[in-house]
């Protein structure tokens, strides 16, 4: 059961429970606040690359899904629209693979790096399930005009 700290977060909680992305992923609602999003996803072999050296990988692609639900849903939480946050602008940054069979969880921490006007932006510390840490993100979200 996710932790939701009030009605809104669990508006969204129920909005993003039919995102057909998230469920395809197996992203799960950890946490929703309006400081912090916590997303996760359990590595699975499907997700994954084989190198030459038979490292079996989370594909690269994978992770950003998981940082942007975390980014949109915080950012979501810090709006009064309905609608989903545009992403303008994604930065990642990572430090160490992602192995499957050796990390088991992927989570994805979002926080409020500032909102000035209609810009939010949003780091993410992507971690597996020891905490360690296995890069970051930062992403940047225009709120839309009412009648954009």
């Known amino acids: 059961m996710a932790e939701l700290c009030d009605e809104r977060a669990k508006k969204l909680a129920v909005d993003y429970d039919r995102q057909p992305c998230g469920r395809r992923h197996g992203i799960k609602l950890e946490k929703l606040s309006y400081n912090i999003a916590q997303f996760s996803m359990d590595v699975i072999f499907d997700d994954c690359v084989i190198d030459l050296d038979e490292t ?83 992403l940047l979200f225009v709120e839309r005009r009412k009648n954009f």
């Open 56 to 138: 079996c990988m989370v594909q690269g692609g994978v992770i950003p899904i998981l940082v942007d639900f975390a980014g949109v849903y915080l950012a979501r939480m810090n709006t009064q629209s309905e609608y989903i946050t545009p992403l303008a602008r994604l930065e990642e940054d990572y430090r160490d693979k992602i192995i499957f069979g050796k990390d088991r969880r992927i989570i994805a921490r979002a926080s409020i790096h500032s909102i000035e006007g209609r810009k939010i932006r949003v780091n993410v510390a992507i971690e597996n399930e020891k905490g360690e840490s296995k890069g970051k993100a930062s």
